[in-house]
């Protein structure tokens, strides 16, 4: 085995450690893809407004962004308010000085993707998506961001795809701390027809005492 695959199945295995840790039930490659977008989106929405060289106040944005992988890298937990609370906000800066077209704004929808996927609590679903709309909305009367409402549709269909993904029962292999274990019951008095299903049916065969 090489190097790289060695630290690739350490990363991996402190990346899951990490979600089981949090009470999430996702393959760990989700939460990676989702943080390497959004710190694409911030240093592209920082390019954008030439805040690199030399720094400017709005580059803070994409600190904001990678403030919470950092985290994670020393601590190894992982803080879903914290994640979403920091995209906000780094979106926010940006907004101050909007671009045309603006990669700033898809930061709120990784937001409200990750909200809808994660969070536990209604109400705190809806101040996250209250929070990112509001943003828009300032940046858009306020700011010149051009495009703000296709950007708030945009976070609404973010919410609604973290939603669903939340809602889907078998979207994603659960961890084996957090599984549920199925729901069986006791063989039925025509045990042998049960049998004849098992024999068609791996899905049966999985659920039922009665398969043996």
Do not use: K
């Not at 999430?24 to 911030?42: D, G, I, K, R």
């Amino acid at each position: 085995m090489s190097v790289l695959e060695i630290l690739r199945d350490r990363f991996r295995a402190r990346a899951q450690e990490s979600l089981t840790r949090a009470g999430l039930a996702l393959p760990w490659w989700v939460p990676v893809s989702s943080t390497f977008l959004s710190v694409v989106f911030a240093v592209i929405a920082v390019v954008q407004r030439d805040a690199l060289a030399p720094p400017q106040p709005v580059a803070l944005g994409g600190l904001l962004v990678i403030a919470t992988p950092l985290a994670w890298v020393i601590t190894g937990w992982v803080v879903p308010w914290a994640r979403v609370a920091a995209l906000i906000a780094a979106a926010a800066v940006l907004l101050v000085e909007p671009a045309l077209p603006d990669f700033a704004p898809l930061l709120l929808l990784v937001a409200a993707t990750e909200a809808g996927s994660v969070l536990r609590t209604t109400w705190g679903i809806a101040l996250v998506t209250f929070a990112a709309e509001a943003v828009l909305l300032v940046a858009g009367i306020w700011g010149g961001l051009i495009g703000g409402p296709v950007y708030m549709v945009a976070v609404l269909l973010g919410l609604s795809g973290g939603l669903m993904t939340a809602g889907t029962p078998g979207c994603w292999p659960p961890n084996a701390e957090t599984a549920t274990p199925p729901v069986t019951r006791p063989c039925s008095p025509n045990a042998s027809a049960s049998r004849v299903r098992c024999t068609t049916s791996s899905a049966i065969r999985s659920a039922s005492p009665c398969c043996t």
